[in-house]
């Protein structure tokens, strides 16, 4: 049975890798801004269909290395760090100017590894970016590589943008490359190498395939992109590999442009509360009323008002259980507070929270989108 190719434009929410050697023309030291231009549009084009849009950015320390004039070959830690500074106030700059261009705002959000392995910073970073979306931003995020060092690093962002991917429950990752997908083998070494249009799971064999980088700005290559499908596929996200050479780059995927495909049987939405169902240990209990059981159950979100006792000394970010007040598991989440704050405002109303806490928290103590159901 064959697979259909799947089109840029089923997607509603969709990350956009930029690597390094497609922002920045390494000979000339200088931002390649009449291709950086046509992106935009593509994503202003996206972006008025109704679509979330986000960009995950590299070039800061590239930027940073043409704006400093710094010589070629390889920087010291400190040196990347001090150029990548330089370079994020360049990289935001012409980011917000040529979106501005169509009317859309821009917002920048610099992580490191922690904030989207950890669950506390998980969990900051994610409500912000989804703001940012509601209010029809794009964000354009980075690795903050003024704080990151070697060991922490993820040292490419491909990776990272698979980690932002999922995080944002994206359904699809776009990943624009110097290569236009997987080949069977190295084009560079092998004339007749074929692409690769779709892979449905990645084995062994596809992993294979992969090959090294090739570019003094671009820390990615194909492995690091098979790793991204990795981890997108596995958290239900598609990802496409496709050529960032040619103008209009996501306009030459939906016009049916070469590409590899890397497809998902799941869903981020059904991948995430597996993975809040399962594969967290629990650091404590909510003990809720029947009307909150009712409210749940109609897939709504846990206030604080419906809990009446909580046990465990978690953190916000922190897997709960949900049982009711015989003690039968109704749900899992992840709680919005700490514990001792979580005890302050439990059987009050939402409205109160900035009254008992002095600080504006969040309205539910444990969102739906961060709840799943036990049994289903």
């Not at 046990?311 to 916000?316: I, L, T």
């Amino acid at each position: 049975m064959s697979t259909r190719t799947p089109a840029l434009t089923d997607f509603r929410r969709i990350v956009v890798k930029v690597g390094s050697s497609l922002l920045v023309d390494a000979a000339a030291g200088k931002l390649r801004e009449p291709w950086l231009r046509a992106l935009c549009e593509d994503i202003a084009s996206l972006h008025e269909g109704g679509r979330d849009i986000l960009v995950v950015s590299s070039g800061s320390i590239a930027l940073g290395r043409s704006v400093l004039k710094l010589p070629k070959g390889p920087l010291e830690l400190e040196d990347s760090q001090a150029a990548a500074a330089v370079g994020q106030i360049a990289l935001a700059r012409i980011w917000a100017e040529m979106l501005s261009g169509h009317g859309i705002t821009a917002g920048q959000i610099l992580v490191t590894l922690g904030d989207t392995e950890e669950r506390r910073r998980y969990l900051n970073a994610r409500s912000t970016i989804d703001r940012l979306l509601k209010w029809k931003s794009v964000p354009v995020i980075n690795e903050n590589d003024t704080v990151a060092t070697t060991e922490i690093r993820y040292g490419d962002n491909d990776r990272l943008a698979a980690r932002v991917a999922t995080m944002v429950s994206a359904d699809l990752l776009v990943l624009l490359s110097d290569i236009d997908g997987l080949y069977d083998a190295p084009p560079s070494v092998k004339a007749d190498a074929k692409l690769i249009p779709v892979v449905e799971r990645i084995t062994h064999e596809i992993e294979s395939m992969a090959g090294a980088s090739g570019s003094e700005l671009s820390r990615g290559g194909m492995v690091t992109k098979i790793e991204a499908g990795k981890i997108v596929t596995n958290a239900g996200t598609h990802m496409v590999i496709a050529s960032g050479k040619t103008m209009h780059p996501l306009r030459a995927i939906i016009d049916g442009g070469p590409c590899t495909w890397f497809l998902t049987p799941a869903n981020p939405v059904t991948a995430r509360k597996k993975w809040i169902a399962g594969a967290l240990e629990s650091k404590g209990i909510l003990h809720i009323d029947a009307g909150a059981v009712a409210a749940l159950r109609r897939g709504a979100s846990l206030l604080p008002a419906g809990v009446k006792r909580c046990d465990g000394a978690f953190q916000r970010g922190d897997a709960v259980i949900i049982r009711d007040l015989d003690g039968a598991e109704i749900a899992r989440g992840l709680v919005a507070y700490d514990a001792e704050d979580a005890g302050k405002i439990i059987g009050q109303s939402s409205a109160d929270i900035v009254s008992i806490l002095g600080i504006s928290g969040r309205t539910a103590i444990v969102h739906r989108d961060d709840l799943v159901l036990s049994g289903r």
